[in-house]
C-alpha cells in the first residue's frame, strides 16, 4: 500500500532529515521519481509517465500540491553519503526492489522532500503560463473600414497581431526559472467569445470569422451610431520539459482583446430627378 505524503508529512522528515545533519553521522538520503517510473527526476521529466503525473494532481489545492505526482524513495548513508548495507539500517526499515531502496510514499509536493534536487512543478508551469506575452487579438468587419449600415449583415472577424504569442506558436522559459529545465509552454485556443457593443455576443465558439459570402460570425445592427466590438479569447496550453511530450497544462485564461469602434450608419432613400 502506497502512502499519501502531505505536508505534514514532509515537515516531519525534513525535521528529521535537519536533526541528523546536525553533527556528522548516519542520516537518510531522499530522491524522487516521477510515479509509476523508478527513474532519476531529471530524466522522468522528459518521459510519458509525465503526464499521468500531472493529471493526478490537477484537481489539489496550492496547499496539497499540484505535482507532479512523484514517488518518494530513501536509502541509509554513512556521514560521507555512502550507502549502508541493510544491515546498518534503523529499526523497521528495509531496501525493496532491484535499487535496494525503500519506497516512502508518493506526494504531489516534490520540492518540500529533503535534500533532493528541485524539479518545476505544475503551479510553476501554471505561473509562467499565466505570464506569456499573448498576441493581441482585434476585431475586423466587412463592409471594410469598420463602418455599416442599419438592417444590413456585417461580418467579423479575428486578426491576430506579430506580436506575442497566439494559439499554436511555442514558448520558451527562461531556464533559469525552472532550476535548469527547458520548458515550452504552446498556448492552444478553446474559444472566442464577440461581443457587438450593442448588447448582443456571440459564442463561445471556435471560429475567428471571415469574410462574405462565407464568414459565420454575423451581427446586424437596428439602430444607427458608434459602437465599440470586441472579442474575449479563452486559451489553454500545453507544456514540454527538454523535449519530451505535450502535456496538458490544469488551468486557462480568458484574456478580453482591445475594442474595435464600429460605425453604424442608416441610409436614405433620394429621389433623383
Not at 214 to 243: C, E, K
Request: hydrophobic share 35%.
Amino acid at each position: 500500500m502506497t502512502i499519501d505524503l502531505y505536508s505534514s508529512d514532509l515537515r516531519r522528515l525534513n525535521s528529521e532529515y535537519v536533526r541528523l545533519l546536525a553533527e556528522p553521522q548516519a542520516h537518510w538520503k531522499y530522491r524522487l521519481s516521477i510515479s509509476g517510473c523508478d527513474i532519476d527526476g531529471g530524466p522522468a521529466l522528459s518521459g510519458h509517465c509525465l503526464a499521468a503525473a500531472t493529471a493526478a494532481c490537477a484537481d489539489n489545492s496550492p496547499e496539497q500540491g499540484r505535482g507532479p505526482l512523484s514517488d518518494v524513495y530513501r536509502w541509509w548513508v554513512d556521514e560521507d553519503g555512502d550507502p549502508l548495507p541493510a544491515v546498518d539500517w534503523p529499526a523497521g526499515s528495509a531496501p525493496s526492489g532491484a535499487a535496494g531502496q525503500q519506497l516512502v510514499g508518493t506526494t504531489c509536493l516534490p520540492n518540500q522532500v529533503p535534500g533532493v534536487s528541485p524539479v518545476p512543478t505544475i503551479e510553476m508551469i501554471v505561473q509562467a503560463f499565466h505570464e506569456t506575452r499573448w498576441a493581441t487579438a482585434r476585431v475586423a468587419t466587412q463592409p471594410e473600414g469598420d463602418t455599416t449600415l442599419v438592417n444590413l449583415a456585417t461580418y467579423f472577424r479575428v486578426e491576430w497581431v506579430e506580436a506575442g504569442f497566439e494559439p499554436g506558436e511555442i514558448d520558451s522559459v527562461d531556464p533559469a526559472r525552472m532550476y535548469g529545465y527547458r520548458v515550452q509552454i504552446r498556448p492552444r485556443l478553446l474559444g472566442y467569445r464577440y461581443a457587438f457593443g450593442d448588447g448582443d455576443t456571440f459564442g463561445p465558439t471556435d471560429s475567428p470569422g471571415g469574410v462574405y459570402p462565407h464568414g459565420d460570425v454575423r451581427h446586424t445592427y437596428t439602430r444607427p451610431g458608434r459602437y465599440t466590438a470586441s472579442v474575449a479569447v479563452t486559451l489553454g496550453a500545453q507544456f514540454r520539459i527538454n523535449g519530451g511530450p505535450w502535456i496538458e497544462i490544469p488551468d486557462r485564461v480568458t484574456i478580453r482583446q482591445p475594442g474595435t469602434t464600429i460605425i453604424v450608419k442608416e441610409a436614405k432613400a433620394v429621389l433623383v430627378r
